[in-house]
C-alpha cells in the first residue's frame, strides 16, 4: 500500500493550562472558549469570553495540544 501524507490543520485555539492567580489552581481552558471559566476551587474568574479569543486572567502554564 502507498503511503499517503496526512496534514493535519494547525489549531487556531488550544487548551491551555491556567494556573489560578487566586488560589493557584491548574486547570485546563479552552483558548477561544465562548463561555466564562471559573475556577474549581475558589470560583474566581480564569477566563472570560470577549467574542473572539478568551481573556485569560490567570497565569498560562503551557499549551495542551
Ligand atoms: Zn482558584
Known amino acids: ?10 489549531p487556531r485555539s488550544a487548551y ?10 491548574e ?3 479552552f483558548s477561544s472558549s465562548t463561555v466564562d471559566i471559573k475556577c474549581k476551587i475558589c470560583d474566581s474568574l480564569i477566563s472570560q469570553r470577549t467574542g ?7 497565569t498560562i502554564i503551557k499549551r495542551l495540544d
Open 52 to 58: 473572539g479569543k478568551a481573556k485569560i486572567f490567570g
Open 1 to 10: 500500500m502507498k503511503k499517503e501524507r496526512i496534514l493535519i490543520p494547525k
Open 16 to 25: 491551555l493550562l491556567i494556573k489560578c492567580s487566586n488560589c493557584g489552581n
Open 27 to 29: 486547570q485546563a481552558v
